[in-house]
């Protein structure tokens, strides 16, 4: 039942719109679950992402020229425009565009995975024993993350990468090692508010060791807000990969990397424009739907 | 007899929500006389805040809708008059809500609150006249000094001290008490008070109501009061609505409604009230009734010890005795021969 | 003293960034001096280069030459260009400042009263596609949008210039901002020629922050226009525009000033690109070409240079905050 709110000020139609929000009838997990399932961007969101995770693992037996991955010249059809032959067209050597955005998917991917794994493992713990040890180390560690809040991450992903040798994976271990402080920030944040739970105290008056409090006790419970930055920032790590490999400082040629597509082809615009505009049509339904996730969790969450 | 201040007719209010149609204002009928102080008392979800909302003319529309019934203020229909019109009747109605902390801005100085008002009645809601205003400095001047000047009538010792301040600074019955000298500031006939002392501290309580009935005696206002306490409404209203799940189920002067009480919800209120001379008190038992789906008749029926089958049928009719009206079927037998 | 305490502060940090990518630079893999000099380079003119540059003394050293350099202004040559890399930014600075201004400026113009109204109507028609734009605008790959848009307003519509910042001669120098700098001595000619230019990179570099800042002034402005003191604002009478103008939005802001604050470093990092496809003379163009030759001064200069004016736009951020909110300053 509704209650009609009074206080004074309050504004009446607020009560009702919330009352449309909690139909507390199911259970926790199945409530949240069925209100993310409603969430039809949301759902449309990991679909995309589920699709292009099986084109990735599939690509070598679906895509249509799997030779055109590596070098492979096919002068008599160097920049044809789409058809039904090539549905993409083929880009400045020849190749089908369709089948190196397809193998571009495996790319971008990993990009995101390897990204964050790092940023993950470096941030979290991090984070966590700033926020659990305080003191020192904290301080250190808030100087390291406001410090380098001032460079911009791409240009120090840039910096790092090229100092280290222009190479996609080099790129990745470049952006992951820049983006590790938001995760860091997070969970320093998140330790903070919960150290003083109950569950806390109980497990360290029973003698827990440090390491088992922040790891089995506070992780698991600041996990929410971590998976919701998680998939927001998978958006941004394949936006800024396919960045530096645009700048020229992440994959090379003939790497069938979306980025890398686009700057090569660049050169030959505004001919064949469809070899720069499917890569980046592709970095741009990537990163919506992982945006897309990225909401849907953080709703799927905050209802806690 | 001069024209009522405000008179609401058999008003009726349903709220479409996603879960259904809330039959929130059942039966209201409510009229005040200029110069009278009109207090509306019930238990928190009866509707008084509704009813109040809808003559500050603050009800989000949409969601809420007037099935039947006229709101009359200062002798005009609200139901005639378009938006702009209904705005510019606003200068005419002080407004005191229930918690001046959260109604004043914490941004700004009260002295630049209490001016945008100010310049604003002025410019007759006109939005270029009060941008210019505003930035004149002899109107700015002008409205500093009403400014003090209500702060003055609302006993603020050093009304340019407070004038500079932040709402942050004061404390909070100098905060209520600036709210009523910025419900002032329109010269109002109407004050609408929205539990107006429930935010302080008992002894604070006291003289604002002091304050109030002070003010309202020299500026010649007629008031809504709303409350839920019966004490205040007998120290500051003249006469008194008792108003349950929404339908206004009694009115009478307010000496009489609370010492000899004719609806049995009024009579359960009354002997709510913990009294020195003995015993302790007796809620009323039962629960404000669901608005989705109210019972078709008489809505206290459910929690009424005395009810009859007709009560629970039959919506109840208003019968007179006097000064006095109840909603009742109790009472109807009596009439009927 | 809380001013102090901040300036010194910000100083701190720069100090820490420049070491940080001195020592960067200098330690990672990669042989600038072999790449600058070229393939056939014998190693006596490698090893006299490396004199000649100094760096063949210990970083220590290094470190305080560079540090006194730093004073003096000079901030060590460039291996792409024959001259002081203080001299280049200093002369470059300018283009990337008018970009990215401009942009700020844009987004901003056009995200507050988008998100102020998104607010007011919502579920209107500009809440939904505010809230779409929000999703998408961040969404784009910066490259990518530059380059359809040289193509869609450059080559197929042929509306604006897609390279450069002028056609014709550019205005007096007072500032090095031409859009001032034109308008100051009155040539009008340069200041639609400049303003020509500036549409497409402009365009370019604030879709993305204006989708967040509409995100963010629509959220904010929802929970402020919830809280009582507007509704009882209305019910006083005082009229929409006021409310939502200038009492909402002045709590609402604070947010949004944050925000501001984060996207100018982001906003800097989309310059890289940006001026790239454009072939905007600027200092982040300079920067990424330093970058891809391993220029050690260029980029340690660049960034340098990159990290003070982030850190005194924070600074400023953070005055303005404390001056819109005025229990800060009393309370703090």
């Known amino acids: 039942m509704a209650i009609v709110e009074e206080t004074a000020g309050g504004v009446v139609s607020r009560t009702a719109e919330e009352a449309e929000m909690a139909p507390a009838r199911k259970s926790g997990f199945r409530r949240r679950l069925s209100r993310f399932l409603h969430n039809r961007l949301a759902v449309a969101g990991t679909l995309v992402l589920l699709f292009l995770l099986l084109v990735a693992m599939l690509v070598p037996w679906i895509a249509p020229y799997p030779d055109d991955v590596a070098d492979s010249l096919n002068f008599d059809a160097v920049l044809a425009p789409p058809s039904l032959q090539h549905l993409m067209g083929t880009d400045e050597v020849g190749r089908d565009v369709l089948t190196r955005v397809m193998f571009g998917a495996r790319w971008s991917l990993a990009m995101a995975a390897i990204v964050l794994g790092i940023a993950v493992t470096l941030g979290v713990p991090l984070g966590l024993c700033a926020g659990y040890y305080g003191g020192v180390l904290e301080q250190i560690l808030m100087r390291l993350t406001d410090g380098f809040s001032a460079v911009p991450a791409l240009v120090l992903a840039l910096a790092i990468t090229v100092l280290l040798g222009p190479s996609l994976l080099n790129a990745m271990v470049a952006i992951g090692f820049v983006w590790w402080r938001g995760f ?18 109980v497990a360290r008056s029973l003698g827990a060791s440090d390491l088992h409090v922040m790891f089995r006790e506070i992780l698991p419970n600041i996990s929410s807000p971590l998976f919701v930055s998680l998939a927001l920032n998978a958006g941004y790590a394949v ?66 | 007899m001069a024209e009522p201040v405000v008179r609401l007719t058999s008003l009726r209010v349903d709220f479409h929500t996603a879960d259904g149609v809330e039959q929130v204002i059942r039966d209201v009928t409510l009229r005040i006389d200029p110069g009278e102080i009109v207090g509306l008392v019930g238990e928190s979800g009866c509707g008084k805040s509704v009813t109040a909302k809808l003559l500050l003319g603050i009800l989000p529309m949409p969601p809420a809708r007037l099935k039947n019934g006229t709101v009359e203020m200062f002798g005009r229909d609200l139901a005639m008059l378009g938006a702009v019109e209904r705005d510019t009747l606003k200068k005419h109605v002080a407004y005191v809500p229930q918690d001046p902390s959260a109604v004043l801005n914490p941004s700004f100085t009260i002295a630049s609150q209490m001016i945008d008002m100010i310049v604003w009645y002025e410019s007759d809601r006109r939005l270029l006249e009060y941008f210019r205003r505003r930035h004149s400095k002899r109107h700015v001047a002008r409205a500093h000094d009403f400014a003090a000047e209500l702060l003055g009538k609302v006993q603020i010792a050093d009304p340019d001290d407070v004038l500079r301040r932040y709402p942050v600074q004061l404390s909070g019955g100098m905060r209520q008490r600036v709210l009523l000298a910025m419900a002032l500031s329109g010269r109002p006939k109407l ?54 799940a929404g ?22 209120l009354v002997e709510a009230i913990p009294s020195l001379a003995g015993g302790l008190p007796h809620a009323i038992a039962g629960q404000v009734p669901d608005y989705l789906s109210p019972p078709p008749g008489c809505r206290f ?9 007709l009560c629970r049928a039959v919506p109840e009719s208003v019968i007179r005795e006097g000064r006095r009206e109840v909603s009742c079927w109790l009472y109807e037998r009596e009439t009927v021969a | 003293m809380r001013f102090l305490s901040r300036l010194a502060n910000m100083l701190i940090v720069i100090l820490f960034v420049s070491i940080f990518m001195f020592v960067l630079v200098r330690v990672l893999p990669g042989d600038p001096v072999g790449a600058a000099l070229g393939e056939g380079a014998t190693k006596e003119q490698i090893d006299k280069f490396r004199t000649q540059m100094g760096m063949d003394k210990p970083l220590e050293v290094q470190y305080a030459v560079y540090l006194r350099g730093l004073f003096d202004g000079h901030f060590g040559p460039s291996l792409i260009e024959p001259r002081d890399v203080g001299d280049i930014v200093w002369e470059r600075l300018p283009a990337t400042l008018e970009l990215v201004l401009c942009s700020l400026m844009l987004a901003i113009v056009l995200g507050v009263p988008l998100g102020i109204v998104a607010a007011t109507h919502r579920n209107g028609p500009i809440d939904q596609l505010s809230r779409l734009w929000s999703l998408t605008g961040v969404s784009f790959p910066p490259f990518w949008a530059a ?42 000619s340069a200041f639609g020629d ?54 909402a939005l002045r709590n609402a802001f604070s947010s949004t000033l944050t925000l501001i604050g984060f996207l100018f470093p982001i906003m800097i990092g989309g310059a890289f690109i940006v001026e790239k496809v454009f072939a905007w003379p600027g200092i982040a163009r300079f920067g990424a070409d330093s970058i891809l030759a391993n220029d050690y001064n260029a980029i340690v200069g ?18 303005l905050y404390s001056a819109l909110d005025p229990r800060i300053r009393l309370e703090g």
């Open chain 2, 247 to 268: 339908t206004t189920v009694e009115n009478g002067p307010t000496a009489e409604l609370l010492d000899r009480p004719l609806h049995p919800y009024t009579r359960g």
């Open chain 2, 301 to 309: 029926a459910p929690r009424c010890g005395e009810a009859r089958d």
């Open chain 2, 191 to 244: 004050m609408i008070a929205d539990e107006p002392t429930t935010a302080l501290d008992v002894t604070v309580q006291k003289r604002t109501i002091d304050l109030l009935k002070d003010l309202a005696q020299r500026e010649h206002l007629a008031g809504l009061y709303i409350t839920h306490d019966l004490g205040v409404a007998r120290e500051i209203c003249a006469r008194t609505y008792v108003m349950y």
């Open chain 3, 302 to 319: 660049v960034t340098l240079v990159v990290c003070l004016f982030v850190v005194v736009v924070n600074f400023v951020t953070e005055e």
């Open chain 3, 147 to 188: 380059l359809m848009l040289q193509l869609l307003l450059g080559a197929a519509l042929a509306l604006v210039p897609i390279t450069g910042r002028m056609s014709g001669p550019p205005p007096e120098h007072f500032t090095g901002l031409y859009l001032v700098d034109a308008l100051l001595t009155g040539n009008l």
């Open chain 3, 194 to 247: 400049a303003l020509h230019h500036l549409i497409a990179p402009t365009l370019v570099m604030a879709v993305g922050p204006l989708a967040q800042i509409t995100s963010m002034v629509r959220s904010t402005m929802l929970d402020e226009l919830a809280k009582p003191y507007v509704s009882y604002n209305r019910a006083v009478g005082m009229p929409s525009f006021l409310i939502n103008y200038k009492y």
């Open chain 1, 184 to 201: 860091a920030r997070i969970a320093h944040g998140q330790t903070l508010s919960k150290k003083q739970e109950t569950y806390v105290v």
């Open chain 1, 239 to 304: 936006l800024t990969g396919t960045a530096l490999s645009f700048l020229g400082a992440g994959a090379r040629p003939p790497t069938p990397e979306w980025g890398q597509m686009v700057a090569s082809s660049r050169n030959y615009l505004p001919q064949g424009w469809w070899a720069s505009l499917f890569p980046g049509l592709a970095i741009f339904v990537t990163v919506v739907s992982f945006n897309l996730l990225g909401d849907g969790l953080r709703d799927y969450f905050s209802e806690e």
